[in-house]
């Protein structure tokens, strides 16, 4: 028991980082005294960490699906794969969005 509490409290902890990571200015605070604008704060940070679990699934997936790669898995790797990484992200530099141009994301069969 003592194990998958320590596990949960893992989980949490990563996730409190990639906050802490995403959310950087004002050392994590939300700065303004009016609730509208916290929760405009609380509900963009929750929107950059589904869209980063999420594309961070979709290349997990993407790189899985290398039977290669695959198999080079074993239970305990495939049990530790989180899609709650953040190293790539560059937090400070230019972002260039192109909204016609996808990302090079393979569609994955059902």
């Known amino acids: 028991m003592?194990?998958?509490?320590?596990?949960g409290l893992n989980v949490v902890e990563n996730w409190n980082s990639a906050?802490?990571?995403?959310?950087?200015?004002k050392s994590g605070?939300?700065?303004?005294?009016q609730v509208a604008l916290q929760e405009i704060s609380m509900l963009c940070l929750h929107l950059l960490q589904i869209s980063l679990?999420?594309?961070?699934?979709?290349?997990?997936?993407?790189?899985?699906?290398?039977p290669?790669?695959?198999?080079?898995?074993?239970?305990?790797?495939?049990r530790?794969?989180?899609?709650?990484?953040?190293?790539?992200?560059n937090l400070y530099g230019i972002f260039r969005l192109?909204?016609?141009k996808r990302l090079p994301i393979v569609a994955m069969a059902n």
């Not at 003592?2 to 596990?7: G, L, N, T």
């Not at 679990?53 to 290398?66: K, P």
Request: aromatic share 12%.
């Open 2 to 7: 003592r194990q998958e509490i320590q596990e």
């Open 53 to 66: 679990v999420y594309i961070n699934t979709l290349l997990i997936q993407q790189v899985l699906s290398d």
């Open 29 to 33: 605070d939300f700065t303004s005294s």
């Open 98 to 100: 192109g909204m016609a």
């Open 68 to 78: 290669g790669w695959m198999q080079r898995m074993g239970p305990d790797e495939l």
């Open 19 to 25: 906050n802490d990571f995403i959310f950087y200015g």
């Open 80 to 89: 530790a794969l989180t899609p709650l990484i953040y190293a790539h992200v």
